[in-house]
Structure formats: structure tokens, C-alpha cells
């Protein structure tokens, strides 16, 4: 593996960067005040809020998810009868081939 080679910085760009420092240093710290202290604690409160539910809408809402998941009778035992018959035709054919391996 090739090692990177560090680059030689200038006087002028060392000079350009601490000044940079200074400055950044100079700015002036955000001190937490009573009134944010207030204001953050107000936040914290509405979202531990549990909001109240109705009876009514919840339920409305369980009958809404209901309906989209119904399926006619027709088609389920369309699909039952698939199903079984496939199966039981798979489970003849794993026998068989036992037997003949015997």
C-alpha cells in the first residue's frame, strides 16, 4: 500500500486558517435561557399527549380495514379446492418414489 504524503501547507494558508480560528472562537456562545427551557419542556409535554379516541371512530375504522381484506366465498373455496387437490397429489408421488427406491 502506498502511503498518502502530507501536504506542506503555506505560511499564508496557516496564517488564513488561524484567523479563520479566531473569529469562530470569538462568536459569541448561545446561552440556554428560562424562556427556551419553557418552550422545549412545552414540546416535550405535547408529545407525550396521548390524544383521546372515541369509541365510535375507532370502530369505524376497524369495520374500514375489514372490508378492504374481504374476499367472496366463491373464490376462497375455488382456492381450497386447488390447494388440497395439488397436495395430495404431491404426497402420492413422494410415496411412490420411496417405494421404488426400496
Not at 26 to 34: L, N, Y
Not at 70 to 76: E, G, I, N, P, T
Amino acid at each position: 500500500m502506498r502511503r498518502k504524503m502530507k501536504r506542506r501547507r503555506s505560511k499564508r494558508m496557516r496564517s488564513k486558517r488561524n484567523s479563520r480560528m479566531k473569529r469562530r472562537r470569538k462568536t459569541r456562545r448561545r446561552v440556554r435561557t428560562r424562556t427556551w427551557r419553557r418552550r422545549m419542556k412545552r414540546r416535550k409535554m405535547r408529545r407525550k399527549r396521548k390524544r383521546r379516541r372515541s369509541k365510535r371512530r375507532m370502530k369505524r375504522r376497524k369495520m374500514r380495514r375489514k372490508r378492504k381484506r374481504r374476499r367472496s366465498k366463491r373464490r376462497k373455496r375455488r382456492m381450497k379446492r386447488w390447494r388440497t387437490r395439488t397436495r395430495r397429489r404431491r404426497r402420492r408421488t413422494r410415496r411412490s418414489r420411496r417405494k421404488r427406491m426400496m
